[in-house]
């Protein structure tokens, strides 16, 4: 199962199952309504695909322009910039499979991946997977982060700890 704070759908593109993915903090693959009139999200491929085929130097036909199906207010990205964020259907189904994996993994060997997650943000991965990491003798805290890979000392003995470039890491280690 993988938490992510990043909204662009890299882990889908890289070939992960959409099903084990919480994108906490929303996603440019979806509009929602700028009100909220309701609480739900659309895919936006095709209206994207489309002013992508009829810009012309960044500007759209207005009709192209998506509109809420509901209230006819103009749409928006879903994601989490302010008090305006929906959470849809699809994200507490997403919130509650990564809630039941947690629980499913408590007191078994486990690993907690921490790829890149910055100062931004560290409410959301990093302090919980260290918060975990403690309280599972068995767990393992990894970090891969250059100039962030850090880890409370409580954790160290659990913890490994790379200060380098994900890339660079990750290429290394999936060498033949």
Wanted: net charge negative.
């Amino acid at each position: 199962m993988s938490h992510t704070t990043n909204v662009d759908h890299c882990f889908q593109r890289a070939g992960f199952d959409k099903k084990r993915l919480f994108y906490t903090q929303g996603g440019y693959g979806l509009f929602q309504c700028s009100l909220p009139c309701k609480p739900l999200t659309y895919d936006n491929e095709d209206i994207i695909m489309a002013m992508r085929a009829t810009d012309e130097g960044g500007k759209i036909p207005t009709e192209l322009i998506p509109k809420c199906p509901h209230c006819g207010r103009e749409m928006t990205t879903n994601l989490r910039v302010n008090n305006r964020f929906v959470e849809d259907e699809g994200w507490y189904k997403a919130n509650e499979r990564y809630g039941d994996f947690l629980r499913r993994h408590q007191g078994l060997k486990v690993l907690y991946l921490e790829l890149g997650v910055g100062g931004n943000t560290p409410g959301i991965i990093k302090y919980p997977f260290w918060e975990y990491t403690g309280a599972n003798p068995l767990a393992t805290y990894a970090c891969i982060n250059f100039g962030e890979a850090t880890a409370p000392l409580e954790i160290e003995k659990q913890a490994v700890l790379i200060d380098d470039d994900i890339d660079k890491v990750l290429t290394y280690l999936t060498k033949d």
